[in-house]
């Protein structure tokens, strides 16, 4: 079983100890997705992939609560942003916007990236690095600008 996965399971115990009700249902989602996956593709998730799992519920959220911020529905648009910080208690450091430059910065030169044809490359070498910790959208913003700079 993943670190990560472990971490979440015993966050789900002090939950219960606590009669956390929002929280714990919260992080039973997080443990159901988790599992649908595992079942579905016949694997036991890894770090990196139940970090993944949890970058994609996060954005799922940020892009309910705008949705639901826009249509007036602050009842809905709650819920999902007290799960959204149940989800990032399980995220790793958000990454500055320097630190993010930095590792674009380095992704080039070690890729030898030239322009927008290598996007791709780039982009796969990056992932790995900041998955969890930024926003990939923004990442791949960043990448176009400093491929077409």
Known sequence: MSVLKKQITEAMKEAMRAKEKERLGTIRLILAEIKRIEVDERIELDDARVLATLDKMSKQRRDSISQYDSADRTDLADIE?????????????????????????????????????????????????VQGRADMGMVSKLVKESLTG
Do not use: H, N, Y
């Open 81 to 129: 942003r007290r799960e959204l910080e149940v989800i990032k208690t399980f995220l790793p450091q958000p990454l500055s916007d320097e630190e993010i430059q930095k590792a674009i910065q380095e992704a080039i030169a070690t890729s030898g990236a030239t322009g927008m044809q290598d996007m791709g490359k780039l982009m796969a070498e990056l992932k790995p690095k």
